[in-house]
């Protein structure tokens, strides 16, 4: 397969960021994917979250499957780390990179077959462990690669291009991420910027598994009549339960708003979520709300979107495994390897 680079030369009034980066800086290789697709708007929304949190290219690490999703970290942020694994298996390859080096950040991009399928063995474990990631499902619902086949994400009633219709039930991959305590969990739709940019620069500033369901659609397979996962089904049943603005903690915060109209939601890192709720009922705080107002909508044959459920005091993997603050692979021999008097208490303690 051929890869074209994007020439270098960009326009010298383009308004750089805090780091002195332009938008084109965080930029990848250009895309190979059909034209129109949805995982394109994804990618620009990952750029423009990435320029706007002045996030170090090289403090960024992607990971991804295979799959149409998993081709599109080479489109953004090329200048960052990057694996490319087998089918399925992301979430492990991930977590391992963050058990060695914790000081970076972590995006795993993925597709519905990648995770709802082969790998979604993988896809649970890495919510349920609290790996500190990023992780993006880009969902259409069909195996785009090998001509348009149902995913498990295909909702029970919808039609293929040819018009078979879908006899098995979906697997729903946020209410998932509910159950098995991810302690950030979002829903957005590629062809929506505004909602999609400020969840990206929420979940990467999220301490703990942060989870991200994009419905995205196949522009070649899967956006016609009969489809749940088209443009225009997206469009009249999305129904948002919150607008999201991100405030980087960096200086004092000042709001004024109406009681009840406005919730602030203060990460571990300082960022605070400015959260417009829609609903008035709606705390996004608590899971078992999150998860019935998932599975109400769901049976009007509407989509949720948004931030769905976040967990302000959420803890991550390393944390729960007491290791050190040094990266693993920062640490030097005498660190690693104790001796055998350290050996010997370790193995009494689980005598």
Not at 141 to 160: E, I, N, P, R, W
Not at 161 to 185: C, P, R, S, W, Y
């Amino acid at each position: 397969m051929t890869y074209i680079a994007k020439p270098r030369l960009h326009h010298p009034l383009l308004k750089p960021n805090g780091l002195g980066f332009t938008r084109r800086d965080y930029e990848g290789k250009v895309s190979t994917l059909c034209a129109g697709c949805g995982h394109d708007s994804i990618s620009a929304a990952i750029v423009q979250a990435c320029y706007d949190l002045d996030l170090e290219p090289h403090h960024l690490a992607k990971m991804s499957g295979i799959g149409c999703s998993s081709k599109t970290p080479d489109y953004f942020v090329g200048a960052s780390h990057g694996f490319n694994s087998v089918h399925g298996r992301m979430p492990s390859v991930l977590t391992g990179a963050y058990l060695a080096n914790r000081d970076l950040i972590y995006l795993g991009v993925s597709g519905d077959g990648d995770s709802a399928s082969i790998g979604l063995g993988q896809f649970c474990h890495s919510m349920r462990r609290g790996v500190n990631m990023t992780y993006i499902v880009e969902n259409n619902g069909v195996y785009g690669l090998t001509k348009g086949q149902f995913s498990a994400t295909s909702d029970k009633g919808s039609k293929s291009k040819k018009g078979v219709v879908n006899t098995d039930e979906a697997i729903d991959l946020v209410g998932m991420a509910l159950q098995l305590g991810a302690t950030f969990v979002a829903r957005s739709f590629s062809g929506d910027k505004a909602q999609l940019v400020p969840l990206i620069q929420a979940a990467l500033t999220h301490q703990g598994a942060a989870f991200i369901d994009v419905i995205s659609p196949c522009v070649q397979f899967n956006n016609h009549a009969g489809s749940t996962k088209s443009f225009d089904y997206v469009r009249e049943h999305n129904a948002a339960v919150n607008r999201l603005d991100v405030i980087l903690g960096r200086q004092e915060i000042s709001v004024d708003y109406e009681p009840g109209a406005v919730e602030l939601v203060t990460q571990h890192d300082g960022s605070v979520l400015k959260l417009s709720k829609l609903p008035n009922d709606y705390d996004p705080t608590d899971r078992l709300a999150a998860m019935m107002r998932v599975q109400t909508h769901q049976s009007r044959g509407e989509i949720l979107t948004g931030l769905i459920y976040v967990d302000p005091d959420a803890e991550e993997l390393h944390h729960n495994l007491g290791t050190v603050r040094t990266p693993l692979n920062a640490l030097e021999d005498v660190q690693l390897i104790p001796g055998a008097g350290a050996l010997e208490r370790l193995n009494a303690t689980l005598r």
